[in-house]
């Protein structure tokens, strides 16, 4: 039989219990659950993150520098704070052990040979947890073609999402009619964060990035693009950081960088130690002499 208790005596009667918020931008109403698994996604220390987007080749396949991720990639991924991917390539090539988190890549359908706004909801919602994913990730195409409809798997994921306590982070796709300005991001942001996404990831636009990050009410989180020069992407990281980003989701920046090793330790730089482009430029020009 166990022990009867011998009442406490210390309850600490003038010690108001501390009230902490939370660390990133339109959480602070979401669940425990919700909250941790954004804590496995941002640092809780910058507030910030470097995601590694890997997860292209559930519209185009064997990518440039991803065609062997298990070569490629897994030697890299324990520099990046999370891991966006599928699931296939996360069962098939990225080892249990990872200690990052994952962001997966919950929409899919069309092909680059056909039209790709076309999404529908690709994964169920039980593989996630069984999974133990940190988030979902889906691409919306305001001002696409099935625009309606991505913003419908949008709203369910976040039911889903807000059922089990995993955030779900909106992807901003680029309909065809629509520049790739601020208005536009703008505009596309605003939609994910008002239907419920928990952050949003977009692209840098070098006039008015700061009116994006201010008018979406969630962390927004920077796409690389397409592959420019270190020292650029290194700079265009930097601003949208100074400009109100909490982060990147970068992958050809990265992967397809001359020494991805060397790279994605110099966005770290920039992300969670606010380097100078020129600073972790050099950074990365040491490590990629080193061969690390
Ligand atoms: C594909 C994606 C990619 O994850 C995204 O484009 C990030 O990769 P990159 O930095 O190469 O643009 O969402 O739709």
Redesign the pocket.
């Known amino acids: 039989m166990p022990e009867v208790d011998q009442e406490g005596k210390d309850y600490g009667i003038n010690i108001p219990v501390k009230t902490e918020g939370f660390f990133l931008k339109g959480a602070s109403a979401l669940d425990w659950g919700m909250k941790n698994r954004f804590s496995r996604i941002f640092n809780p220390k910058t507030g910030r993150t470097v995601m590694l ?4 080749g ?2 185009q396949g064997p ?1 440039t520098g991803l065609e062997r991720i298990d070569l490629n990639i897994v030697p890299i991924a324990h520099y990046a704070d999370t891991l ?1 991917l599928t699931r296939g390539i996360l069962r098939t090539t990225i080892p249990p052990t990872y200690q990052g988190g994952i962001v997966l ?1 919950a929409s899919g359908g069309p092909s680059i040979l056909k039209e790709l706004s076309n999404e529908q909801i690709a994964v169920d919602i039980e593989d996630a947890i069984r999974l133990n994913v940190s988030a979902l ?1 889906v ?1 919306v195409f305001i001002g696409g073609e099935y625009e309606t409809q991505s913003v419908h798997n949008l709203t369910r994921l976040v039911d889903m999402g807000n059922r089990y306590g995993i955030p779900i982070l909106a ?1 901003t ?1 680029v309909g065809k009619d629509m520049a790739r300005d601020a208005r536009y991001f703008r505009l596309a942001c605003r939609i994910c964060a008002e239907l419920g996404a928990h952050y949003v ?1 977009t ?1 840098y636009v070098p006039d008015g990035f700061a009116t994006v990050a201010a008018s979406c009410p969630v962390p927004l989180v920077m ?5 420019i020069p270190e020292l650029e992407a290194l700079k265009m990281t930097y601003n949208a950081i100074q400009e109100g980003a909490a982060g ?9 960088s001359e020494s991805p090793a060397a790279m994605i330790q110099a966005v770290r730089a920039v992300v969670h130690e606010n380097l100078s482009p020129q600073e972790a430029y050099e950074l990365f020009l040491q490590l990629k002499h080193q061969k690390t």
Request: charged letters at 25%.
């Open positions: 987007a890997i997860d292209h559930y519209f990518t966006m890549r990730a691409q992807v796709a990831k692209y796409a690389g693009g397409k592959k990147v989701d970068m992958g050809r920046n990265i992967f397809q």
